[in-house]
């Protein structure tokens, strides 16, 4: 469950019809750190890794 009461908190979500959307964007968040070397500290600065919170969900669901 997420914890959205602590501050600064922000999540990132894809969505995508396929897991193969999720190599995409995975691979064009890769192709954009590699273009902009300064995005990758950057982001490290900002962000607090030590505890992990990776969440992959699978649903069947239509979208209109």
């Given at each position: 469950?997420?914890?959205?009461?602590?501050?600064?908190?922000?999540?990132?979500d894809?969505?995508?019809?396929?897991?193969?959307?999720?190599?995409?964007?995975?691979?064009?968040?890769?192709?954009?750190?590699?273009?902009?070397?300064?995005?990758?500290?950057?982001?490290?600065s900002?962000?607090?890794?030590?505890?992990h919170?990776?969440?992959?969900?699978?649903?069947?669901?239509?979208?209109?």
């Open positions: 469950m997420r914890d959205c009461r602590t501050p600064g908190t922000f999540w990132v894809y969505i995508c019809p396929t897991s193969a959307g999720l190599d995409k964007a995975n691979a064009a968040l890769g192709e954009a750190m590699k273009a902009n070397p300064f995005a990758g500290p950057a982001l490290g900002m962000v607090d890794f030590a505890p919170r990776d969440f992959l969900l699978r649903s069947n669901v239509t979208y209109k």
